[in-house]
């Protein structure tokens, strides 16, 4: 793996190639305003059932103010990494994104913030979302964070696994039984850094 710094205010993230099963390979990297058309296509890509375990909702593109929320971002408050394909190349010049994931910090609490995956179809079941988590929590950690925490689909039963397999708790939602709340303690997890 090869790694080259991007250079943000205050922030150490880097582009990472990653390999993965079946011949795949991708860059990790962190998410620009350049994005926007490629964000907007990812989600445009994903089925509706995941875009329903992402936003909770089925939307079927993001609206302008939700694309602009979710490119232009300044890595400090909220921290965006992408998976870009690199193998197989994509049909078009343009970045294929095939994975995203993120953290907003709490304005409330400053030492938690709230983080989100999202995995294309094609590419879920190859190791991405524990790469990503792990890169996002190993972050968050340097950035003197103590607590990353998720709101799950019930029904999501697949990211549920993953994130308990990472030394994740899960606690009851406040918002009904239809919600699942995670919960990375960073200075106690372990398994996060074993997966990276």
Known sequence: MSTAAIARPGLALSAERLRLPRGRA??????????????QAFVAGL????????FHVGLRQLSPELLRQMTEVDQHQHVA???QALWPAPAQPAPQLVADARYVRSPTHPDEAE?????????QSLGLGRALMARLAGH?????????TGDVLVENRRMLVLMRGLGAGTRAHPDGPQLVRVVFELDALQALARAS
């Not at 991708?26 to 964000?39: K, S, W």
């Not at 089925?47 to 992402?54: P, Q, T, V, W």
């Not at 983080?115 to 590419?123: E, L, M, N, Q, Y």
């Not at 968050?140 to 990353?148: K, V």
Request: proline share 0%; charged share 25%; aromatic share 4%.
């Open 115 to 123: 983080f989100a995956i999202a995995v294309a179809d094609d590419w």
């Open 140 to 148: 968050a950690r340097a950035q003197g964070l103590r607590a990353l």
């Open 47 to 54: 089925s509706l059932d995941a875009r329903h375990k992402r």
């Open 26 to 39: 991708v860059l990790l990297r962190a998410i620009g305003a350049q994005d926007a058309a490629a964000t």
């Open 81 to 83: 990494l992408v998976a």
